[in-house]
């Protein structure tokens, strides 16, 4: 998960005075995965780090950060704590729409801009700024 911060995390944590046990029980996932997460070991699905913040009473914001001129549509997406499905579903559009959008391997018509943009809570030219992004980043750089 790019601007995935582990520090920010564990500070976050403590500074809710929970343990990564009572965390992982609040947000009903493993506290193996917390542990894992705060030591950087793995990266956060989305779903699962959006009920760990619940639990911890701050945003994902608090511990994802990239600049919003530095943002992918995948980012944005991110920052909502939705996955690719549940973005599909509140755009209305199919996921594999919303997958090849955010890899920027296909172009972005007008119909679908203006579903996700509003889906995102973004302007259309927030969204066609972030494809453009997404669309020029170095070969093998990760979307």
Request: aromatic share 4%; proline share 4%; glycine share 10%.
């Given at each position: ?53 619940e639990a ?28 690719q499905p ?52 170095a070969a093998?750089?990760?979307?």
């Amino acid at each position: 998960m790019r601007g995935f911060s582990p520090v920010s995390l564990r500070e976050a944590r403590r500074t809710a005075g929970i343990s990564q046990m009572e965390a992982a029980r609040v947000a009903r996932i493993g506290a193996d995965t917390i542990r894992r997460w705060e030591q950087g070991e793995t990266s956060p699905q989305v779903d699962l780090l959006a009920k760990v913040v619940e639990a911890l009473g701050v945003e994902i914001a608090d511990v994802v950060y990239i600049p919003a001129d530095e943002r992918y549509p995948g980012d944005w997406r991110v920052l909502l704590g939705l996955t690719q499905p549940q973005l599909g579903a509140k755009a209305g559009v199919a996921t594999q729409i919303v997958s090849s959008v955010e890899r920027g391997v296909i172009s972005l018509s007008g119909n679908v801009a203006a579903k996700l943009s509003d889906a995102l809570g973004i302007t259309e030219s927030e969204l066609r700024a972030s494809y453009e992004r997404v669309r020029t980043r170095a070969a093998g750089a990760p979307a």
